[in-house]
């Protein structure tokens, strides 16, 4: 099994700043594309940001150039730095990994609990 755990969500000021972690654990053989997606009141969940295994990244058009998503070495953990916060960034944002376990032969998609981030003054 796989376990991803969020941390860095919380309240922050229209224009402020925010650190989302993921840390991926369990029997890991291999995490390919990993990602943040979001979902706010009434709405889908939608994807945010994602970076491939080589590092390769994509970004929803919403948050582009105020948001950047990386990952770290043991390629494991995810981060989305958020900058410029809008209310409409409002969300619980929840991490997303394509990960293949020991003893399977193929990839598998987990999710995070979520973390809830609020945009307000």
């Known amino acids: 099994q796989v376990q991803l755990v969020e941390s860095g969500g919380g309240l922050v000021q229209p224009g402020g700043s925010l650190t989302l972690s993921c840390a991926a654990s369990?029997?890991?053989?291999?995490?390919?594309?990993m990602g943040w997606y979001r979902q706010a009141p009434g709405k889908q969940r939608e994807l945010v940001a994602a970076?491939?295994?080589?590092?390769?990244?994509n970004y929803a058009d919403s948050v582009k150039g105020r948001y950047t998503i990386s990952r770290a070495n043991p390629k494991n953990t995810v981060f989305l730095q958020m900058n410029s916060l809008k209310p409409e960034d409002t969300a619980v944002y929840y991490c997303n990994a394509d990960v293949m376990t020991h003893g399977s032969s193929r990839s598998d998609e987990y999710w995070g609990q979520g973390t809830q981030v609020t945009v307000s003054s």
């Open positions: 369990g029997s890991i053989f291999s995490i390919y594309a």
């Open positions: 970076i491939t295994g080589g590092g390769r990244t």
